[in-house]
């Protein structure tokens, strides 16, 4: 019991009980293939809807082939799934009384937000994994080498992670699944209103001020610039566009800072 009192020690139950439900919510999606499946043909529609249908038209900055230019704004779209999947999984829990089940048991009360934003950084592994090789059939790749290339695929797999923790906290302060599935279509924008898909140069003065301060459009930009793909920023670019890789960190930082303590501080409210 003493060792569970200290600091130290919470800290080693909370992580043991946290890779427990890790093991969890990946056992579920092995029950689940349909999931699986859904989520490794989802990257081959965006690369054909967007990139042969929409590419025809769209003008790269620059010049240089539209599907180069589009692959980084994919990868930083799909890591938004891990804000729709997380709340998704946390309000069916609650709503089931999984979380309640839980709580009854001698576990780590953190140990669920904790479980849930480590399986969804394992999941995305293999979604991103899916993505770069459909980009790879259709011409895209990396040209600066092997470490800008990690470190671009690092920066993608720190935001998902720090977005997984605003779903769960939103999976945690609405009522039911019902509720977290009507909130789904409202990522869309967020996503679509960045440099993901089209310069935000030809966009009004108001509209690319949001657009350039997105954080998928400084993870685009980020990519973009580590794997050498076309569409360098302009030198009137604004700063998270003009520094992405720092955009991208601070970024990250920002979300875990806020919505680490909101969600701890939700998960323990929703026990009382």
Same mark, same amino acid.
């Given at each position: 019991?003493?060792?569970?009192?200290?600091?130290?020690?919470?800290?080693?139950?909370?992580?043991?009980?946290?890779?427990?439900?890790?093991?969890?919510? +990946?056992?579920?999606?092995?029950?689940?293939? $349909?999931? !699986?499946?859904? %989520?490794?043909? *989802?990257?081959? #529609? /965006?690369?054909?809807?967007?990139?042969?249908?929409?590419?025809?038209?769209?003008?790269?900055?620059?010049?240089?082939?539209?599907?180069?230019?589009?692959?980084?704004?994919?990868?930083?779209?799909?890591?938004?799934?891990?804000?729709?999947?997380?709340?998704?999984?946390?309000?069916?829990?609650?709503?089931?009384?999984?979380?309640?089940?839980?709580?009854?048991?001698?576990?780590?009360?953190?140990?669920?937000?904790?479980?849930?934003?480590?399986?969804?950084?394992?999941?995305?592994?293999?979604?991103?994994?899916?993505?770069?090789?459909?980009?790879? +059939?259709?011409?895209?790749?990396?040209?600066? $080498?092997? !470490?800008?290339? %990690?470190?671009? *695929?690092?920066? #993608? /797999?720190?935001?998902?992670?720090?977005?997984?923790?605003?779903?769960?906290?939103?999976?945690?302060?609405?009522?039911?699944?019902?509720?977290?599935?009507?909130?789904?279509?409202?990522?869309?924008?967020?996503?679509?209103?960045?440099?993901?898909?089209?310069?935000?140069?030809?966009?009004?003065?108001?509209?690319?001020?949001?657009?350039?301060?997105?954080?998928?459009?400084?993870?685009?930009?980020?990519?973009?610039?580590?794997?050498?793909?076309?569409?360098?920023?302009?030198?009137?670019?604004?700063?998270?566009?003009?520094?992405?890789?720092?955009?991208?960190?601070?970024?990250?930082?920002?979300?875990?800072?806020?919505?680490?303590?909101?969600?701890?501080?939700?998960? /323990?409210?929703?026990?009382?």
């Amino acid at each position: 019991m003493t060792a569970l009192t200290s600091p130290l020690g919470r800290l080693r139950w909370t992580l043991t009980d946290g890779l427990t439900l890790v093991g969890r919510e +990946l056992g579920r999606l092995r029950q689940e293939p $349909g999931q !699986i499946v859904a %989520a490794l043909v *989802f990257p081959v #529609i /965006m690369v054909v809807l967007f990139g042969y249908v929409l590419g025809s038209a769209i003008v790269v900055p620059g010049g240089g082939d539209y599907r180069e230019y589009l692959m980084p704004g994919l990868f930083a779209m799909v890591i938004f799934t891990a804000v729709q999947g997380v709340m998704g999984r946390m309000a069916a829990d609650a709503s089931r009384g999984v979380m309640d089940r839980f709580r009854s048991m001698p576990m780590a009360r953190l140990a669920v937000p904790f479980g849930q934003t480590g399986a969804d950084s394992l999941v995305g592994v293999p979604l991103l994994t899916a993505m770069v090789a459909t980009g790879l +059939l259709v011409g895209w790749q990396p040209h600066r $080498g092997l !470490i800008p290339t %990690a470190g671009a *695929f690092l920066l #993608i /797999m720190l935001l998902r992670y720090a977005l997984s923790w605003v779903g769960v906290y939103l999976g945690l302060v609405v009522k039911d699944e019902q509720s977290a599935a009507q909130l789904v279509p409202l990522f869309l924008p967020i996503t679509m209103l960045s440099n993901a898909f089209v310069p935000t140069g030809g966009m009004p003065g108001w509209l690319r001020f949001i657009a350039d301060w997105n954080p998928i459009s400084a993870l685009t930009a980020a990519s973009r610039q580590l794997f050498g793909n076309p569409g360098a920023p302009s030198g009137d670019a604004a700063w998270p566009l003009a520094h992405p890789v720092a955009a991208v960190l601070l970024w990250s930082a920002a979300l875990l800072v806020v919505f680490v303590p909101l969600s701890l501080r939700a998960n /323990m409210r929703r026990g009382r």
